[in-house]
């Protein structure tokens, strides 16, 4: 049976904690919300003990973006998936300036808020115009599902490379197909 997406989010969120161990050098993580951070539609509770992990991370200079498919424009929609975390932060009076190192990108990389102490969600806006590099501004949806299939594609191929290599003599003959979000 080939792996599930939960199975390759798994050992992709692994690795990129696994790399934090060493002196890497990595200036930004990211997360998932849902099944990565907490269960699926609950909410970052203040008794989660990934919360002073992430805390961890932001004391190293290490900027935190949570990625999330939640289609959310409020910040207080996410302030209410994310309190036990936003909260932590705004306790956390060691971090200092560098409690702006977390984000939050929401809708599918559609929105983008921001850490900000002084308002009452945790969280701000930030304007499409200020966070878009200006190569994206002329993007076409055409040209951008044309590389997500790309993608898709090298994804596929270096999938099979690592799951079932050439070599193997105990190679699997497992059907396999990529799954996408619509």
């Known amino acids: 049976?080939?792996?599930?997406?939960?199975?390759?989010?798994?050992?992709?969120?692994?690795?990129?904690?696994?790399?934090?161990?060493k002196d890497s050098g990595i200036e930004l993580v990211t997360f998932d919300g849902d099944v990565t951070l907490y269960d699926d539609g609950?909410?970052?509770t203040p008794d989660n003990?990934?919360?002073?992990?992430l805390l961890s991370l932001l004391k190293r200079g290490i900027r935190i973006g949570i990625v999330t498919a939640a289609g959310y424009t409020e910040a207080?929609?996410?302030?209410?998936?994310?309190?036990?975390?936003?909260?932590?932060?705004?306790q956390a009076k060691d971090l200092g300036d560098l409690r702006n190192n977390l984000i939050v990108m929401g809708g599918e990389s559609n929105f983008l808020f921001k850490y900000d102490d002084d308002v009452p969600d945790r969280?701000?806006?930030?304007?499409?115009?200020?966070?878009?590099?200006?190569?994206m501004k002329s993007w076409t949806e055409d040209a951008i599902t044309?590389?997500?299939?790309?993608?898709?594609?090298v994804l596929e191929i270096n999938t099979e490379i690592c799951i079932f290599p050439q070599n193997s003599s105990t190679q699997p003959n497992v059907p396999s197909k990529n799954a996408s979000k619509p």
């Open 123 to 135: 969280l701000v806006w930030v304007s499409r115009r200020e966070w878009v590099l200006e190569e």
């Open 76 to 90: 207080s929609k996410y302030y209410q998936r994310l309190h036990g975390l936003l909260d932590a932060v705004h």
């Open 1 to 21: 049976m080939p792996p599930s997406f939960n199975d390759v989010r798994a050992i992709l969120n692994t690795a990129q904690i696994m790399s934090l161990s």
């Open 42 to 44: 609950k909410s970052l």
């Open 146 to 153: 044309g590389k997500l299939c790309q993608i898709l594609a």
């Open 49 to 53: 003990p990934v919360i002073p992990r």
